[in-house]
């Protein structure tokens, strides 16, 4: 056996995605811990636009929305060593990095105003995504912010 097919599947079992034993009486609760703490995370930072996210995969793969309530917010999102506001900016710069997820971007601009960032931090944070996803990123970012800020009413003064 290799130490490679010794780790991934020990790998699997610590990520809770593989089970080698049948469940436990106490899983049922813990998926339901995870559920409610991720529909009340995505709630505080979302509002309804996370539950509408959720609600529109349940006819295709709900258990896409499942993963996403349950890990994304419920496991991952609401660890208590970041606030809401390092998370979502953190966020922010992850999906303009990518350069390819401009409704998810949106969503989480808005999850930033809502969670109490500013919308100078969210500028900024944009900004700093120039220097390593580079400028039409960036670009792609701040057209994401500049309609939302729009759509919010939310003025910002350019700074230098």
Sequence with gaps: M??????FPKTLLLAGMVSTTAASASEPAQKDQRRVRGEHTIAAIT??????????????????????????????????????????????SALTALGNAQPQLKV?????????CTPEEIVEVIIQMAVYAGFPSALNGISAAREVFDRRGVKIAATK
């Design 2 to 7: 290799t130490l490679l097919t010794t780790l």
């Design 47 to 92: 509002g309804s636009a996370g539950t509408t996210v959720v609600d529109s995969l349940r006819d295709l793969s709900p258990e896409l929305g499942h993963w996403i309530v349950d890990f994304a917010y419920g496991d991952v999102f609401s660890r208590p060593a970041l606030s809401l506001c390092t998370r979502e900016l953190a966020t922010i």
């Design 108 to 116: 989480h601009i808005e999850g930033a105003l809502n969670v109490g």
